[in-house]
Every structure is written in C-alpha cells, then in structure tokens.
C-alpha cells in the first residue's frame, strides 16, 4: 500500500471556498481506480494549512493510472485556483517503525473543542 500525502496552502480568504469545492473530491477518488480512501484535514493552527492523506493499492495507480486520468485534471482545475502555490506531493511506502496507541473514549479533543477551550484560556 502506498501512502500519498499532498500538503495544501489556501489564500485566507479562500479557505471556505476550497473546503466548499473539495467536496467533487469525494466523486472523483471514489471512482480512481486503486484508491482505497482519501480524507482532507485542516490545520488546527493554520487554518489556511490542508494535508490530503490518499491511500493507493499500489504506486502505479497514482502514478500512472490517476495522474493520467480525467478525474485528476477535474481535481487540479477545482482546487488550483485557491491555492498560494502548487500543491507538494509525495508518496511513502509501508511504516518503518510504527506504534498502537489506544485513545480513552472519554475526554478526547475536537478541534472545535480545542480553539473553544483555547479562546477561554486565553
């Protein structure tokens, strides 16, 4: 399985918009042939700060298949236009060294919570 992650810097005045029109994302890497899943995040304190986690059955299906295909040049004309400069892709291979780490159930914190609890300690 391999691992892309693509960092994604967003214009301030932009950022609603590009998180509005990433949502044709959903169609386009549901239907990529060899993505296994996609999710975009946010930056808790950089809000103009995006990582796109993508997973590939194989390096081939990014490479070759998707940055080939009709969805990717959808995927760049929809997003390009609120971006401070072209996205930085790379790919990473199985985990070198990797860890279990079990999260409590209870008291676990949202971003939402965070910039909350933030603002109050302030």
Not at 11 to 30: L, M, S, Y
Not at 38 to 45: G, S
Not at 65 to 83: D, H, Y
Request: with cysteine.
């Amino acid at each position: 399985m391999i691992v892309e992650i693509a960092k994604f810097e967003v214009k301030p005045e932009d950022v609603a918009a590009f998180i509005a029109a990433t949502r044709v994302g959903e169609r386009i890497f549901n239907e990529a042939e060899g993505c296994i899943s996609m999710e975009l995040r946010q930056c808790v304190e950089q809000p103009g700060s995006f990582r796109m986690i993508v997973l590939w059955r194989k390096i081939e299906d990014h490479i070759e298949v998707f940055r080939n295909s009709k969805g990717v040049q959808e995927w760049r004309a929809t997003i390009g236009p609120f971006l401070k400069q072209p996205g930085e892709i790379l790919n990473f291979d199985e985990p070198v060294v990797s860890a279990g780490v079990r999260l409590p159930s209870e008291g676990v914190t949202t971003s939402s919570n965070w910039r909350a609890k933030a603002s109050v300690d302030r």
